[in-house]
């Protein structure tokens, strides 16, 4: 069974940054495409970033030239660089590995808290 192991969160102050890792445990295939989510209190889940097995990376409008997902697949691992954070960034941060046809994993969180 593959579990989802995230870490990295914390308190920053705005124009800070930090660095998530997303480590799945066991055998996963590198064909997974692994995603970033974050969900700020009383607010829905949304996409941050997300990137393909060939690497290709997606970003919301919001994050753009700020953050920066990649991933070792030898490791199989997802991480988010976040630079130049803002208090409007401050959600519980979950990563989410999904492929055609494969069962979907989700870490359990880290909190990412940015004060001004």
């Known amino acids: 069974q593959v579990h989802l192991v995230e870490s990295g969160g914390g308190l920053v102050q705005a124009g800070g940054s930090l660095r998530l890792s997303c480590a799945a445990s066991g055998s996963i295939s590198n064909s997974y495409v692994m995603v970033w989510y974050r969900q700020a209190p009383g607010k829905q889940r949304d996409l941050v970033a997300s990137i393909s097995s060939g690497g290709a990376t997606t970003y919301v409008d919001s994050v753009k030239g700020r953050f920066t997902i990649s991933r070792d697949n030898a490791k199989n691992t997802v991480y988010l660089q976040m630079n130049s954070l803002k208090p409007k960034d401050s959600a519980v941060y979950y990563c989410?590995?999904?492929?055609?046809?494969?069962?979907?994993?989700w870490g359990q969180g880290t909190q990412v808290t940015v004060s001004s």
């Open positions: 989410n590995f999904r492929g055609s046809g494969r069962p979907t994993y």
